[in-house]
């Protein structure tokens, strides 16, 4: 069985200060992982992926991942906030059994103020 | 290359109706998804397709709701007798599925379909 929880629904940021968006994960098997971010009125688009390679993932815009397996986490970070950053994050796990469904967390709408 | 198109953009029914929303995945993707993703909430799993085996619908909500997969490319979705509650934006997706090796769970989302049930 996969889970995924994002512990905060909302994060509020400062211009230019660092961004933590955290997500923990349950999974039977060694797990793939996701970052998903969606901008207003516009569609999913996949920032990032963890599938059992370097633990420290680099994605899109300056964002990144670290998979640690002893804490079942893989928070999502950037050192410094832009504006245009502001939208709603999902941390996404599948189990890695050439199990295809994948379970969405509900989501962390990140706020940056100007 | 083209992405995953859905039609229409926006759908308002009065309750009751039927209502059909297509999915056009990428071409050479055997995987394709349908999601549910309403007001406030995170997205709701409703259905996987994976090549020429069984649909995984596990996610469906209730018998009104229905998938087909249509040569192992486009998609429909129908809801039957809609109701108030069915209200949501509908997201399909595709990835290259089980073929894709270290790329088969990048899933590349549509637009949605914005349903409104009056």
């Known amino acids: 069985a996969q889970s995924v929880t994002q512990l905060d629904s909302h994060v509020s940021v400062s211009e230019g200060t660092p961004v933590l968006l955290r997500c923990n994960y349950s999974?039977?098997?060694?797990?793939?992982l996701f970052w998903y971010v969606q901008h207003p009125n516009k569609g999913l688009q996949l920032l990032l992926k963890?599938?059992?390679?370097?633990?420290l993932v680099k994605g899109i815009n300056g964002f990144e991942a670290e998979f640690k397996k002893s804490e079942t986490s893989f928070h999502l970070t950037k050192p410094s906030a832009h504006m245009s950053d502001a939208a709603e994050y999902f941390c996404?796990?599948?189990?890695?059994?050439?199990?295809?469904?994948?379970?969405f967390g509900i989501g962390t709408k990140l706020q940056v103020i100007p | 290359g083209a992405g995953v198109s859905q039609s229409p953009s926006n759908k308002v029914t009065e309750k009751g109706k039927d209502v059909e929303l297509r999915c056009d995945p990428i071409?050479?993707?055997?995987?394709l998804y349908w999601y549910r993703q309403s007001l406030g909430q995170g997205l709701e799993f409703l259905i996987y397709?994976?090549?020429?085996?069984?649909?995984?619908k596990s996610g469906l909500p209730s018998d009104r709701f229905s998938a087909e997969r249509t040569g192992g490319s486009v998609s429909t979705l129908t809801i039957q007798r809609t109701q108030q509650e069915d209200s949501a934006v509908y997201l399909c997706?595709?990835?290259?599925?089980?073929?894709?090796?270290?790329?088969?769970?990048?899933?590349?989302f549509g637009p949605g379909t914005r349903l409104t049930v009056t």
């Open positions: 997706a595709s990835s290259l599925g089980l073929a894709g090796g270290a790329r088969s769970y990048e899933q590349y």
């Open positions: 999974s039977s098997y060694s797990p793939s």
């Open positions: 963890y599938t059992s390679a370097a633990t």
């Open positions: 996404v796990v599948s189990d890695r059994a050439g199990y295809q469904k994948v379970t």
């Open positions: 071409s050479g993707h055997t995987a």
């Open positions: 397709f994976q090549g020429n085996s069984a649909p995984d």
